[in-house]
């Protein structure tokens, strides 16, 4: 059974940083895109930044030149970097692996199957203030 385990989030003001990170175990680490999503009360969750196994990484147009998504496959470790964050950054944080395009294979902003890797995780939840 898989398990994805998120922490780092907090409150800070606009401008401030914050470091995530997502331990994740019972599933094909290595080998999947990971991605952070981020959920607000009333909205669906969506992809902020994927990362593939290779470190090839891709950014929603809101967080680029922001935040840095990256991963340590050794420890099954998925992290996001945030920098300059602002209010429209606030929401809840999750790790999950991305499905990946078929064609090509390049991750996508979606989730994989729930079947792939378990469960959602709690997540973490990042409040940014003005």
């Known amino acids: 059974q898989g398990q994805l385990v998120e922490s780092g989030g907090g409150s800070v003001q606009a401008g401030g940083s914050l470091r995530l990170s997502c331990a994740a175990s019972?599933?094909?680490?290595?080998?999947?895109?990971m991605a952070w999503f981020r959920q607000v009360p009333g909205k669906e969750r969506g992809g902020v930044a994927t990362?593939?196994?290779?470190?090839?990484?891709h950014y929603s147009d809101s967080v680029k030149g922001r935040f840095t998504i990256s991963r340590d496959n050794a420890k099954r470790n998925l992290y996001l970097q945030m920098n300059s964050l602002q209010p429209e950054d606030t929401g809840r944080y999750y790790c999950?692996?991305?499905?990946?395009?078929?064609?090509?294979?390049?991750?996508?902003?979606?989730?994989?199957?729930?079947?792939?890797?378990?469960?959602w995780g709690q997540g973490t939840q990042v409040t940014v203030s003005s």
């Open positions: 019972g599933f094909m680490f290595r080998s999947y895109c």
């Open positions: 999950a692996p991305a499905a990946r395009l078929g064609s090509t294979g390049y991750c996508t902003e979606t989730p994989r199957p729930i079947s792939d890797f378990g469960s």
């Open positions: 990362i593939d196994g290779d470190g090839t990484t």
